[in-house]
């Protein structure tokens, strides 16, 4: 599991997928967001841009373990 701690009031998804380097560049990352390979607190979320907040635990694919402090 990654924990990542928030600095600021939120962050995108695929802006947090790419700083975490889970993929080579930002086109990747907005890729599998929108094919469906993340979900956002148990739900699949395909909006790029989603807001993420403290509190929230990602999952992308089936091994990445995200929690947002």
């Known amino acids: 599991m990654i924990k990542f701690t928030l600095e600021d009031e939120y962050i995108e998804l695929y802006k947090l997928i790419k700083f975490l380097d889970l993929v080579d560049s930002g086109a990747q990352a907005k890729l599998i967001v929108a094919e469906g390979y993340v979900l956002r607190n148990g739900e699949t979320e395909t909006r790029k841009r989603a807001k993420i907040v403290k509190g929230d ?4 694919g089936d091994d990445v373990t995200i929690e947002v402090l």
Do not use: I
Request: proline share 0%; aromatic share 0%; charged share 0%.
């Open 57 to 60: 635990v990602l999952v992308v």
